[in-house]
């Protein structure tokens, strides 16, 4: 069974960075596309970012210029890169793929 794992999450202060990982066990094919979505205090899930499967990117515009979505050396790995980190993104994250999500991992950015 496809089981999905992220991990990277924790805190930093505004203007910091931080990588999340979306990694993938079960999938003999990889990963494939992946999207990237957060949920901040009091608000809707909403997503962020993606990468689909021949590496097209897509961006938030709230996020734009400042996350990056990546593939790993495996095939079974997404990277966030989440840098000039502001008090506002701060949320708990979830990657979803393979029609899975998985348990999110909090970030914390505090001022």
């Known amino acids: 069974q496809v089981q999905l794992v992220e991990s990277g999450g924790g805190m930093v202060q505004a203007g910091g960075s931080l990588r999340l990982s979306c990694t993938a066990s079960?999938?003999?094919?990889?990963?494939?596309?992946v999207d990237w979505y957060r949920q901040r205090p009091g608000k809707q899930r909403e997503m962020v970012a993606s990468i689909t499967v021949v590496d097209r990117t897509y961006y938030a515009d709230s996020v734009k210029g400042r996350f990056t979505v990546s593939r790993g050396a495996t095939k079974n790995t997404v990277y966030l890169w989440m840098s000039s980190l502001k008090v506002d993104d701060t949320a708990v994250y979830y990657c979803?793929?393979?029609?899975?999500w998985g348990q999110g991992t909090q970030v914390t950015v505090s001022s």
């Open positions: 979803t793929a393979l029609r899975q």
């Open positions: 079960g999938s003999m094919g990889g990963i494939g596309s």
